[in-house]
């Protein structure tokens, strides 16, 4: 579904990625992760049309979109779910999700997708009048989730979801992200839990100083020896 080929980010004369390939499969959940500064994060604004690849090419659905307008990389089925989650905070949960649902063939089906949403993360039935701005750290993160799938996307991705959120929360979060994925929805996750990343996912890439130093399934990286020493502290 998506098909990623020596990607180059700059940020003016500084290059933030190095020559990055993945491929995400239709229904399938791929995790990128790796420390702070590795280039997560400029990955993924890259993959959604927020940052300008300075070479390289992006395929989604089997169309060449590297040169596609930001704007139009929802239309085509790409949704974000961006750090720091960015809601609308002096606006309802209910307006916040409904932002998600603008093109037309997602507003057509605004109240089936919110009664999806509000099934997958029934906490936020009962805060849908309330500024999302009150909300905890956790369902704002499910505001902003909830916001990206009310655009019924072929493809979501996550960054970093699991930030800031108490351990228990990020259980719930992680298992919701399962559960999306379940339903066919094909999920590119970046995150920095490196356990709970490829626990979900089926594939993985490893990044580093901008480029990829590590991929493969997901079970057989969290075995390997450099994995376990660098992100978990344990010798092999």
Same mark, same amino acid.
């Given at each position: 579904? +998506?098909?990623? /080929? &020596? =990607?180059?980010? @700059?940020? !003016?004369?500084?290059?933030?990625?190095?020559?990055?390939?993945? &491929?995400?499969?239709?229904?399938?959940?791929? *995790?990128?992760?790796?420390?702070?500064? $590795? !280039?997560?994060?400029?990955?993924?604004?890259?993959?959604?049309?927020?940052?300008?690849? %300075?070479?390289?090419?992006?395929?989604?659905?089997?169309?060449?979109?590297? /040169?596609?307008?930001?704007? @139009?990389?929802?239309?085509?089925?790409?949704?974000?779910?961006?750090?720091?989650?960015?809601?609308?905070?002096?606006?309802?949960? +209910?307006?916040?999700?409904? =932002?998600? %649902?603008? #093109?037309?063939?997602?507003?057509?089906?605004?109240?089936?997708? =919110? &009664?999806?949403?509000?099934?997958?993360?029934?906490?936020? @039935?009962?805060?849908?009048?309330?500024?999302?701005?009150?909300?905890?750290?956790?369902?704002?993160?499910?505001?902003?989730?909830?916001? $990206?799938?009310?655009?019924?996307?072929?493809? #979501?991705?996550?960054?970093?979801?699991?930030?800031?959120?108490?351990?228990?929360?990020?259980? &719930?979060?992680?298992?919701?992200? /399962?559960?999306?994925?379940?339903?066919?929805? *094909?999920?590119?996750?970046?995150?920095?839990?490196?356990?709970?990343?490829?626990?979900?996912?089926?594939?993985?890439?490893?990044?580093?100083?901008?480029?990829?130093?590590? *991929?493969?399934?997901? %079970?057989? +990286?969290?075995?390997?020896?450099?994995?376990?020493?660098?992100? +978990?502290?344990?010798?092999?």
């Amino acid at each position: 579904m +998506l098909e990623v /080929r &020596d =990607l180059e980010v @700059r940020y !003016g004369p500084a290059q933030a990625l190095w020559g990055v390939s993945l &491929d995400v499969g239709a229904g399938e959940l791929v *995790s990128v992760v790796g420390p702070n500064g $590795a !280039g997560k994060t400029t990955l993924i604004n890259t993959l959604a049309g927020l940052l300008r690849s %300075s070479s390289g090419s992006l395929r989604f659905a089997g169309e060449e979109i590297t /040169r596609t307008p930001a704007h @139009r990389f929802c239309q085509k089925g790409i949704a974000i779910v961006p750090e720091g989650r960015r809601l609308f905070t002096g606006m309802t949960v +209910l307006e916040n999700l409904e =932002l998600g %649902s603008y #093109l037309p063939e997602a507003k057509a089906r605004r109240r089936q997708t =919110l &009664d999806e949403v509000l099934a997958l993360f029934p906490a936020l @039935r009962e805060k849908l009048p309330v500024a999302a701005g009150l909300l905890s750290g956790g369902q704002q993160q499910m505001v902003a989730i909830g916001r $990206a799938l009310m655009a019924r996307p072929k493809l #979501l991705l996550l960054d970093e979801p699991s930030l800031g959120l108490a351990p228990a929360i990020v259980l &719930d979060m992680f298992a919701a992200i /399962r559960r999306i994925n379940a339903d066919g929805l *094909s999920v590119l996750l970046v995150e920095q839990n490196i356990v709970m990343a490829m626990e979900i996912a089926s594939r993985a890439y490893v990044l580093e100083e901008g480029r990829t130093v590590l *991929s493969g399934p997901a %079970s057989t +990286l969290l075995e390997r020896p450099e994995i376990r020493k660098a992100y +978990l502290g344990l010798a092999h």
